[in-house]
């Protein structure tokens, strides 16, 4: 069953990838003309400097970045929904950080690409890269079909306010919908900026990314303290950027409401002893049942549930053969 299972997600995956390079093949990536004069037309001897003559980014990096987007999707989808193992998606969530975020400095990341994708939409003329195309689509497939998967334990953004969730403290539902409702005008405002003639164009999601100067370790003081104060703010309200403000957050919540499937948080029946809206941090539990628009896929509830937590304890005592009464109980 669970090998099927696997089997399902991995052939899903490869299914969308192989179908999105084949559509987005008539998009050639070209590299940017190359604006500078040249130094013999300049003369006097003088040298471009190299950071006018950026080397272009190395193809063979787009190839191992969208795989390990994908594999780390089919990872978090797995250990969420099958493993139900908040310890090795935290692990994941650690292992992706370091990646997307700090190693690949945050780019190209699915968040920004909706710029690009918009300007691709209205702009004949603009080159899109294929490995944007895919970090934008991918992360909505999986909506599509089990939730925010990428929001779990992929998307650096999210695992950093993860990471610095301690103190949780519960957001009055009515302000937590209000203040939701920002991340949609954001989106509207980010793809009517991105669409703008060339002259006048601004990538407002990069611009003001309240994350990425942590992970290249420089950038505008206003935007780092920005960051900070995020941050801070994360220790006690969980996620702030992706519960209000992140504007592929606000299209992941719109396609994970038709998703296929989602977090069951019980692990085999529904208890409905309620102990589970008191674990989630995100207000993501409505009458006992995990809302898949505002599941962030943390599976911080299944080590609440009490028939989760006597499910693996039976099955790990039936593994090492140490009690018949947990064999009952699983
Ligand atoms: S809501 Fe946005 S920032 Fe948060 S985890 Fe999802 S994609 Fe990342
Ligand atoms: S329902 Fe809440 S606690 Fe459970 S996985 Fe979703 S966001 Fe996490």
């Given at each position: 069953?669970r090998?099927?299972w696997?089997?399902?997600?991995l052939m899903s995956?490869?299914?969308?990838a192989?179908?999105?390079?084949?559509v987005?093949?008539?998009?050639?990536?070209q590299?940017e003309?190359?604006?500078?004069p040249?130094?013999?037309?300049i003369g006097?001897?003088?040298v471009?400097p190299?950071?006018?003559?950026?080397?272009?980014?190395?193809?063979?990096?787009?190839?191992?970045?969208?795989?390990?987007?994908?594999?780390?999707?089919g990872?978090?989808?797995?250990?969420?929904?099958?493993r139900?193992?908040?310890?090795?998606?935290?692990?994941l969530?650690?292992i992706?950080?370091?990646?997307f975020?700090?190693?690949?400095?945050?780019?190209?990341?699915?968040?920004?690409a909706?710029?690009?994708?918009s300007?691709?939409?209205?702009?004949?003329g603009y080159?899109?890269?294929l490995?944007?195309?895919?970090?934008?689509?991918?992360?909505l497939?999986l909506?599509?079909?089990?939730?925010?998967v990428f929001?779990?334990?992929?998307?650096?953004l999210?695992?950093?306010?993860?990471?610095?969730?301690?103190?949780?403290?519960?957001?009055?539902?009515?302000?937590d919908?209000?203040?939701?409702?920002?991340?949609?005008?954001?989106?509207?405002?980010?793809i009517w900026?991105a669409?703008?003639?060339?002259?006048?164009?601004d990538f407002?999601?990069c611009?003001?990314d309240?994350?990425?100067?942590?992970?290249?370790?420089?950038?505008?003081?206003?935007?780092m303290i920005?960051g900070?104060?995020?941050?801070?703010?994360?220790?006690f309200?969980?996620r702030p950027?992706?519960?209000?403000?992140?504007?592929?957050g606000a299209?992941?919540?719109?396609?994970?409401?038709?998703?296929?499937?989602g977090?069951?948080?019980?692990?085999?029946?529904?208890l409905d002893?309620?102990?589970?809206?008191?674990?989630?941090?995100?207000?993501?539990?409505?009458?006992?049942?995990?809302?898949?628009?505002?599941?962030?896929?943390c599976?911080?509830?299944?080590?609440?549930c009490?028939?989760?937590?006597?499910?693996?304890?039976a099955?790990?005592?039936?593994?090492t053969g140490?009690s018949?009464?947990?064999?009952a109980?699983?």
């Amino acid at each position: 069953m669970r090998i099927r299972w696997i089997l399902l997600v991995l052939m899903s995956l490869a299914a969308t990838a192989a179908a999105a390079s084949h559509v987005l093949a008539q998009y050639q990536y070209q590299r940017e003309v190359d604006v500078a004069p040249p130094d013999e037309d300049i003369g006097g001897g003088y040298v471009t400097p190299e950071v006018q003559r950026p080397a272009p980014r190395a193809a063979w990096w787009d190839v191992v970045d969208m795989a390990a987007l994908l594999v780390a999707l089919g990872l978090s989808a797995w250990l969420v929904l099958q493993r139900r193992s908040r310890n090795w998606l935290i692990a994941l969530t650690v292992i992706c950080l370091v990646y997307f975020g700090f190693y690949r400095e945050g780019c190209v990341c699915p968040i920004g690409a909706i710029q690009n994708v918009s300007v691709a939409l209205t702009d004949p003329g603009y080159a899109i890269p294929l490995v944007v195309i895919v970090f934008f689509l991918l992360p909505l497939v999986l909506a599509l079909l089990f939730g925010r998967v990428f929001c779990g334990g992929v998307c650096p953004l999210g695992g950093i306010q993860e990471l610095v969730l301690l103190r949780p403290v519960e957001v009055p539902r009515r302000l937590d919908g209000v203040l939701g409702l920002f991340r949609y005008v954001y989106l509207g405002l980010a793809i009517w900026f991105a669409t703008r003639p060339p002259v006048d164009r601004d990538f407002v999601i990069c611009r003001f990314d309240p994350f990425v100067g942590m992970f290249r370790l420089a950038g505008p003081a206003d935007i780092m303290i920005f960051g900070g104060a995020l941050l801070i703010l994360a220790v006690f309200i969980g996620r702030p950027y992706c519960r209000y403000l992140c504007p592929y957050g606000a299209l992941l919540s719109i396609f994970s409401r038709v998703s296929w499937r989602g977090v069951t948080i019980t692990p085999d029946k529904e208890l409905d002893c309620g102990l589970c809206a008191e674990a989630c941090p995100y207000g993501a539990i409505e009458d006992m049942r995990a809302k898949t628009s505002g599941c962030l896929f943390c599976a911080r509830c299944y080590n609440w549930c009490p028939r989760g937590v006597v499910k693996q304890e039976a099955v790990k005592a039936i593994t090492t053969g140490s009690s018949d009464e947990a064999k009952a109980s699983a």
